[in-house]
């Protein structure tokens, strides 16, 4: 099993930044990928990022290159990050991260970010 615990949503203007972290502890030699999605009030679940255990980003082409994803790890923990520039009120939602390993995959309680002037 990989639990995941993310940290960093909040409430910010638009044009502002914000930096969300994913702790994944466990089996987090088995992961394979990590990513991020976010949910909209009344939309479905959405893929927004991913890195590869290589290292290999991709990113929602809609986000115009205003997000990076990037990671850092420990003997036991594996940190992935989100950051997240010029937010724009469409950005508002929940983010998750998401890990798929050898088994299965897991999922964090989300983190709210919310932007509004």
């Known amino acids: 099993q990989v639990q995941l615990v993310e940290s960093g949503g909040g409430a910010v203007q638009p044009g502002g930044s914000l930096r969300l972290s994913c702790v994944a502890s466990?089996?987090?030699?088995?992961?394979?990928?990590m990513a991020w999605f976010r949910q909209a009030p009344g939309k479905e679940r959405e893929w927004v990022a991913g890195?590869?255990?290589?290292?290999?980003?991709?990113?929602l082409d809609s986000l115009e290159g205003r997000f990076t994803i990037s990671r850092d790890s420990t003997a036991n923990t594996f940190t992935l990050y989100l950051q997240m520039n010029n937010l724009k009120p469409e950005d508002t939602a929940i983010y998750y991260c998401?890990?798929?390993?050898?088994?299965?995959?897991?999922w964090g309680q989300g983190t709210q970010v919310t932007v509004s002037s």
């Open positions: 998401n890990a798929r390993y050898a088994g299965g995959t897991s």
């Open positions: 466990g089996r987090v030699f088995a992961i394979t990928s």
């Open positions: 890195m590869d255990r290589g290292g290999s980003t991709n990113y």
